[in-house]
């Protein structure tokens, strides 16, 4: 049931890439235009889940998380009917405050009933459940598109909203086992500054966050390198984005025979040193051009696969030493995550050249910094 409404997060983002380039012809806009309606969604996840962390301390995981999934739907339809590119991004934004409560949510759920190395394997789960959204989502995205047009998209996210509300109305209990104390401001940023200077934490967030930064530079500049690049037809685009998203979900079931072994902390930096590395690989075939369209997809789906044991395993790192702020902790996380991902978003949209360069370059110096920081702010622990 997590699974599911955590979901919504890759649904959201994955179902209408194929439609971007049709967006950009319908409203006559540029390139940035278009990709900006998937960074105002970053954007709004980003600024959402810190509202929605110190809402879930305070009044409970369930009721906060059945308004946000209500407003996601109904932003949902309103995308649906948009009559212009302004409308759309505005409607896109209220889609995101509503959906990043599943996100800050049910992290906190987990939190709230597991250790670090539990949360670990059941955060590997959920990856195993939404990972079949990147897979379906751009192949049912690409078919209504050309069945029926693009708007076709935002009703079906609507359904998947209204699903969504239904299973935590009818499925979900509460978690939270001692509530905060009533909501101030004053209250709610020092908690957030102290996280901020917490330098571990800050450590596993930011490479969560900005290994994120990555992975949506690519999602949102795959379909004009895949599609107008490399000429792959909008039909097959979401075989091609679904195969990356099969090997993320796949390397993230791994995660829990790598865990019988190593510590999560292990695992976390050599996943980010083989992101990184592929990461170079594919900016040198990018700019030289060497290999093609190869060149460019197989070190991109190491980059992603490699992100499968890099996000539960920071998020169970960074978690473990909130136990009582767990909401607050996971908004934080999210917030990073996403502000990486909005600035990611909008690098590759304002770089567009007309070449697969912008998005690996972005794409491989999101895994530089992340596995950087990572060592700077959180040194290695001994298993």
Do not use: K
């Amino acid at each position: 049931m997590l699974g599911t409404i955590i979901a919504i997060g890759p649904m959201t983002i994955d179902m209408y890439l194929p439609a971007l380039p049709t967006l950009q012809a319908h409203f006559g806009v540029d390139t940035a235009a278009v990709q900006f309606t998937l960074s105002i969604y970053f954007i709004g996840l980003a600024c959402g889940q810190l509202m929605y962390g110190p809402i879930a301390d305070r009044f409970g995981r369930r009721r906060p998380l059945l308004v946000g999934l209500a407003l996601y739907t109904v932003a949902s339809v309103l995308c649906a009917f948009a009559p212009t590119i302004e409308v759309l991004t505005a409607s896109r934004l209220l889609q995101a405050l509503g959906g990043c409560s599943g996100m800050v949510i049910t992290r906190a759920m987990v939190r709230d009933r597991f250790d670090p190395t539990d949360t670990a394997r059941i955060y590997a789960s959920l990856v195993l459940v939404m990972g079949v959204a990147p897979i379906l989502a751009p192949l049912v995205g690409g078919q209504l598109l050309g069945l029926i047009g693009w708007r076709a998209i935002f009703v079906a996210l609507a359904i998947f909203g209204t699903v969504c509300w239904t299973i935590a109305y009818t499925g979900l209990s509460e978690t939270l086992a001692m509530r905060s104390e009533p909501i101030r401001i004053g209250r709610v940023l020092r908690g957030y500054a102290a996280l901020l200077v917490h330098r571990r934490f800050m450590g596993y967030a930011l490479a969560t966050g900005i290994g994120s930064g990555g992975m949506f530079s690519y999602i949102s500049g795959a379909p004009f390198v895949f599609i107008e690049v490399f000429g792959v037809p909008v039909q097959h685009f979401g075989w091609l984005f679904g195969a990356n998203a099969v090997g993320f979900v796949v390397v993230s079931q791994l995660n829990g025979w790598f865990l019988d072994r190593w510590s999560p902390d292990r695992i976390l930096r050599a996943a980010l040193l083989g992101y990184a590395g592929f990461g170079v690989i594919m900016t040198t075939a990018a700019a030289s051009g060497i290999g093609g369209l190869a060149g460019v997809a197989v070190p991109l789906f190491v980059c992603v696969s490699s992100l499968g044991l890099v996000f539960p395993n920071a998020t169970a790192m960074a978690m473990e030493p909130f136990g009582t702020q767990a909401g607050l902790a996971a908004a934080a996380m999210g917030t990073l995550q996403f502000g990486a991902a909005a600035l990611g978003g909008s690098a590759v949209g304002h770089l567009h050249d007309g070449t697969p360069l912008p998005m690996a370059a972005v794409v491989t110096a999101c895994a530089v910094l992340a596995a950087t920081l990572l060592r700077v702010l959180a040194p290695p622990l001994r298993d």
